[in-house]
């Protein structure tokens, strides 16, 4: 059972540079999430989608882009590289957004040099 | 807009009972959920309240007062293994809001 797969687990960017995170879930779930993590600021919301084709911003979208071609991945793009962005990465999904059960992946482990 | 405040740190003593707070503001609520995280691990899941009173899984229990807008989880005969952070998450429309977290230490 995969669950919820991040790819990739360890990067490292020069500022400026561009990259996509992928994320896929084979549990047929409607909503997916992009979260970063900081020391001391628990998990904030960047992106999410309540289905196949759909995405709005959360709490911090900005130098993000999101992409929901297909209902099974969600794609964090990142254009120009800053070192804010520095972070660990998490994607999860659920259900729908009222069932209280969200299942995540391992995190992105993100430096920003 | 949601936010949520928890206590940063809590240490207990194995075997012990320990109360992890919540109290969240928010427009639009479904339910109070509460995840654990280990160290270089991703949060996982441990209980839901969308209505008021006490839910309870093995040695975690978790509760919610929707009129106070607070909520707790409470572990008991706690483990060595239960060191962890603890976050309380609000289900709003379409999203979560997470709290900050807890760090639990549990101490010998």
């Known amino acids: 059972n995969a669950g919820v797969t991040q790819t990739p687990k360890f990067r490292v960017l020069k500022t400026g540079q561009s990259m996509t995170l992928l994320c896929a879930q084979d549990?047929?779930?409607?909503?997916m999430y992009w979260y970063r993590q900081d020391p001391g600021m628990g998990l904030r919301l960047i992106h999410y989608?309540?289905?196949?084709?759909?995405?709005a911003k959360g709490e911090v979208p900005d130098g993000y882009n999101v992409s929901r071609l297909k209902k099974q991945n969600f794609l964090l793009g990142l254009e120009s590289a800053a070192p804010s962005q520095t972070s660990v990465y998490f994607c999860?999904?659920?259900?729908?957004?009222?069932?209280?059960?969200?299942?995540f992946g391992q995190g992105t482990r993100l430096t920003v040099v | 807009g949601q936010s949520l405040e928890q206590p940063s740190e809590v240490t207990a003593v194995e075997g012990a009972i320990v109360q992890i707070n919540c109290t969240y503001q928010?427009?639009?609520?479904?339910?109070l959920s509460w995840y654990q995280q280990h160290d270089g691990g991703a949060p996982t899941f441990l209980s839901y309240?969308?209505?008021?009173g006490l839910e309870e899984t093995g040695r975690f229990s978790s509760f919610l007062s929707r009129s106070d807008s607070y909520g707790y989880l409470l572990l008991q005969e706690l483990q060595m293994k239960d060191s962890a952070s603890y976050f309380c998450?609000?289900?709003?429309?379409?999203?979560?809001?997470f709290g900050t977290g807890t760090k639990l230490q549990v101490i010998p």
């Open positions: 999860a999904s659920s259900y729908t957004g009222k069932t209280a059960e969200a299942f």
């Open positions: 989608s309540v289905g196949e084709g759909t995405t």
């Open positions: 309240n969308a209505l008021d």
């Open positions: 998450a609000v289900w709003g429309y379409q999203k979560v809001t």
């Open positions: 549990m047929n779930h409607e909503y």
């Open positions: 928010t427009s639009g609520f479904y339910g």
